[in-house]
């Protein structure tokens, strides 16, 4: 056996996408203990980068070590209690998994169903939380990434607090690569991750909560069954009032790499980043139209950093030219998912990858392979 060493790839699938060289170098640096007061300083700058990055003034705001999965039970583990009715919505993958979430965690899930492509339904929220007056807790994906659709993740907000709910917002897809305001919008609890528009690499998971979060956590009647993922214990770690204590230890290289991708996010602004991505979305568009290519989403609800576009009718064998597009292009892309897999094609365009040169790229590679 040898070192390995990853071919050269150009990341346009729903995740990782591509890391920056900075990114990178970042993380190569030699690595220090995880109660240094120089990497202390650094857990600092990262919550300070991730408040601006969610816009939010959330002292509970940091990054779960581990993938956005981890982020995604955080939240539900913390919140929902036994016997707790949460209203989840599913217009995709990501969805399923948050019911899932709710029924492990002894909830009952009240699940909105929308057709995967199409946003969740605020009309169907409204009905539901009228007809359960007892809900605790919305629960929903701001970004989906299996469809390539954004929600209404701002009235979908204020009709949960309307309702007294807490919101639980998947930004997976969304943080860094689209409009997010979490205090703007009354989100108060969300998770996102580092492999998307933030262009890290995969396994961190920042996520955030607000006081009406953390006064229903303080509330619990029984303490939250995972140890590794309770914020009580997590925080005596990340809170850094009064000295840190161990609670495990943080990815130290990991840290240096997200902080830097921050970094780049804050250098760039949050908005430059939104409209970067939008940009890049709209120059792909009119290439694939060029080519007769139609997308899935209707335009309005389309995410500019995960474009889904439907496979040609003559197409056959879609997974030969996913390879072909990877063998001969060194391009990835992403195949479709549960209920749209073999129909759709996923095109990212997150974070590092959101540039011309990749649109260009892709679209001369998916030229090459189609004739
Ligand atoms: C990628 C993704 C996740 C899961 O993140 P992992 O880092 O793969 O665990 C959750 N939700 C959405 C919307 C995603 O795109």
Known sequence: MKSFIPPKRTLMGPGPSDVSPRVLEAMARPTIGHLDPAFQKLME?????LRYAFKTENKLTFPVSAPGSAGMETCFANLVEKGDKVIVCVNGVF?????????????EAIVVNDEWGKPVS?????????????VKIVAFVA????????????TLC???????????????????????????WG?????????????????ISPVSFNDRAI?????????????FMDLNLVMGYWDGEGGRSYHHTAPVNAMYALHESLLILYEEGLENAWKRH?????????????????????????????????????????????????????????????????????????????RIENVEKCLAAFKAVMN
């Open 158 to 184: 204020k009709l949960a607090r309307a309702h007294d709910c807490l919101t639980i917002v998947d930004a997976v897809t969304s943080l860094g690569g689209s409009e997010l305001d979490v205090d703007g």
């Open 143 to 154: 970004a989906e990434t299996s469809t390539g659709v954004a929600s209404d993740t701002r």
């Open 45 to 49: 700058e990262i919550k300070i980068l």
């Open 215 to 227: 006064e229903k956590i303080k509330k619990r009647e029984k303490p939250v069954q995972s140890w």
């Open 122 to 134: 605020i009309e169907k929220v409204e009905t539901e939380l009228k007809a359960n007056p007892d």
């Open 187 to 203: 989100i108060d609890a969300i998770y996102s991750g580092s492999q998307k528009c933030l262009s890290c690499p995969p396994g």
């Open 278 to 354: 939008s940009e890049m979305s709209q120059k792909l568009r009119e290439g694939f139209n060029a080519m007769g290519i139609r997308y899935l989403v209707e335009e309005k609800y389309a995410l500019p950093q995960l474009n889904t576009i439907l496979i040609p009718d003559h197409i056959t064998d879609e997974a030969a030219i996913r390879a072909k597009l990877l063998n001969d292009h060194n391009l990835e892309i992403g195949a479709g998912l549960g209920a749209l897999a073999g129909k759709v094609w996923r095109v990212g365009l997150m974070g590092h990858s959101a």
């Open 95 to 107: 969805g399923t998994r948050m019911v899932e979430n709710v029924i492990r965690c002894g909830g």
